[in-house]
């Protein structure tokens, strides 16, 4: 069992309630001396009081251990208040360094490990995590009975003690062993749930394809077989973990049986006296009982122990981009971005940009052109230092953007990107997000740009009317236009537009094109687009095709080549005629 390695892990977010945790560990040797003290009275009961018929002794006996069971109850409800207050303090700290490193972890990561399994770290685990504090603090108060009741077994009789002793070793030895099986395949079942949970979660994001292309019975089928995956795990590892909690019962029948037949012989031959065995045997039913109780709260602990492997691995994740220790504030965008000779794979088998080599001045509006997965967004990936290049550099006016700090670097940028993320907040926090210490008349002016004003103030709670989940409350154009507001709020150097308009109809379009033409007279405008019409606002085009650049300059130019773009202007513009002979 990595029980070591669980409470060091544990410990590091133990630590800033460490006196908690000692108070609590203290009122459960209290309990555990209490509960043992009550059984050993037993003896003097019996053999100076009842027998010999002293009623003093019988009475004083019984105030003291009133007297102690009062101490006992208010010191168990307050226990019970700081076993909360410990519990749920030390989760939410692991809650809050998981939050924290999921924020610094890169795009890299993201695309990786998927959400439902991370959401699964924060619930699933974190519920072990959470029972195995509960019940390691059972655990630590049943070993602590069982230590008392031992040693006061000890001194009732010592051959009974040894024979209860050996009985007691075997009953902890044999979890233990067993228990390092139970945990692996205890991790092995969470990841399997996780794996459940981020179809599910797959699934509801997606219904609507489900739905439309009939995918049901698939997607029930592929449900049906990892539910006959999971039910294998989890056989194993609830059955590792029963086990792991019945066999010390049973040894201890053996022992019990054991103890009980000795010690009525010794009655017999006056080695013990009455008091002794019945004391003895009401501290072995006890000693039953804590190692019951001890055993039940065992699996809990290996559970915990295995949600707390999944959740070091995430916080053992590194970011694939980091800020350099030395790294300079980038200052701001004057000359050019250049990228010089960058090659850049998401991995093995996904090809980014290869070789690749531009240059952008300030001021430019520029347009990236290319076939679907030619490396347009990953560009804008690179450029952003969403990923960092695996060659080659990127220069910012001559400094190398791996020298300088993400912030400084993405401070300078607005980014209207593909897919619309929308917090479920209003639509002014939404716009604000570009630019936290916005003024209400900054996002009004960023809302007007975006030709999204007027729509804004027929809302219900105007500014103020929260979007739904994701946005869900609006349609995908009125998103685009929120988004395109939020990235005008903060003023950008540079404007990167990566299919900024692909939900707009043509009128509103025209408007934010017309409206990215003028504010493109302050700044630099970065364009990648599939309307290859939008081209020609650009002053420099740049053809990509395989993750390289295969044409750059006006379009006048490009056309002039006769490459790739003349041929998808040509069916830019086939397709333009026939939508015109459709509609007419
Ligand atoms: N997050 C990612 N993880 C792995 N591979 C990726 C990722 N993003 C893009 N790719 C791969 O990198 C290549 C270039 O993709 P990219 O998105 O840059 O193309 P694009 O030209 O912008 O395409 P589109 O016009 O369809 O958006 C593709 O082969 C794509 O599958």
């Known amino acids: 069992m990595n029980l070591i390695w669980f409470l060091k892990e544990l410990n590091k977010y133990i630590a800033p309630y460490q006196w908690l945790a000692i108070l609590l560990i203290a009122r459960g040797l209290f309990e555990a001396a209490f509960e043992s003290s009550i059984r050993m009275s037993l003896k003097f009961i019996i053999d100076a009081a009842i027998i010999p018929q002293n009623y003093r002794l019988l009475v004083l006996i019984i105030l003291l251990l009133g007297g102690a069971a009062i101490l006992f109850v208010f010191v168990g409800l307050l226990g019970d208040f700081w076993a909360t207050r410990f519990n749920i303090s030390v989760i939410n700290n692991i809650r809050h360094s998981m939050f924290v490193r999921l924020q610094n972890l890169s795009m890299e990561f993201f695309g990786r490990r998927s959400a439902g399994d991370i959401v699964n770290c924060f619930s699933a685990d974190i519920e072990k995590i959470e029972n195995s504090l509960a019940y390691g603090l059972i655990i630590i108060l049943e070993l602590g009975s069982i230590l008392f009741s031992a040693i006061l077994m000890f001194s009732l009789n010592w051959q009974l003690g040894l024979i209860s002793c050996i009985g007691l070793t075997f009953c902890t030895l044999a979890p233990a062993k067993i228990g390092q099986t139970a945990t692996e395949q205890t991790y092995q079942l969470r990841d399997k749930q996780g794996q459940i949970a981020n179809v599910v979660q797959e699934n509801i994001v997606s219904q609507a394809v489900v739905k439309m292309f009939g995918l049901q019975p698939r997607t029930i089928n592929n449900f049906s077989k990892d539910l006959q995956a999971l039910k294998k795990v989890y056989v194993k590892a609830k059955f590792s973990s029963y086990l792991v ?60 122990i295995a949600a707390m492997q999944r959740i070091s691995v995430l916080l053992a994740e590194v970011p694939q981009v980091q800020d350099a220790p030395d790294a300079i504030e980038l200052p701001h965008f004057y000359r050019e971005i250049r990228f010089d000779n960058v090659i850049f794979n998401y991995s093995s088998e996904r090809k980014g940009v290869n070789n690749l080599s531009l240059i952008i001045h300030q001021g430019d509006f520029v347009v990236f052109v290319g076939h679907s997965g030619a490396g347009k967004s990953t560009i804008v990936n690179l450029l952003t230092r969403l990923y960092d290049p695996d060659k080659g550099s990127i220069l910012f006016d001559g400094i190398d953007l791996r020298s300088c700090t993400q912030k400084s670097l993405r401070e300078q940028i607005g980014l209207v990107s593909q897919e619309v993320i929308l917090f479920n ?56 236009r929120i988004a395109l507001a939020r990235a005008l709020v903060r003023n950008p150097a540079i404007l990167i537009l990566d299919e900024a308009t692909s939900a707009l109809d043509l009128t509103t379009e025209a408007g934010i094109l017309a409206t990215i033409d003028r504010i493109a007279k302050e700044r630099t405008v970065i364009m990648i687009t599939h309307r290859i019409t939008h081209a020609l606002r650009a002053n420099k085009i740049f053809v990509l095709e395989n993750g390289t650049i295969v044409a750059s300059g006006s379009h006048a130019d490009l056309i002039e080549q006769k490459g790739i773009y003349a041929t998808l202007w040509q069916q830019s513009n086939q397709g333009n005629n026939q939508k015109e002979v459709a509609v007419s």
Do not use: C, W
């Open 425 to 480: 907040t209003s639509v002014r926090e939404n716009i604000r997000m570009g630019y936290l210490e916005a003024t209400d008349e900054e996002v009004e002016t960023a809302a007007k740009d975006a030709e999204i004003h007027d729509f804004i103030l027929t809302l219900p709670q105007g500014y103020d009317t929260p979007v739904g989940d994701r946005g869900g409350q609006l349609s995908g154009g009125q998103r685009q």
């Open 245 to 304: 909690q019945r066999i010390p019962t049973l040894v201890f029948v053996f022992v019990q049986l054991a103890v009980i037949s000795i010690g009525a012989v010794m009655t017999y031959k006056n080695i013990i006296t009455v008091g002794t065995l019945v004391s003895f045997q009401v501290l072995l039913v006890g000693l039953n009982l804590n190692i019951l109780s001890f055993t039940f709260s065992l699996p809990y602990l290996i559970e915990g």
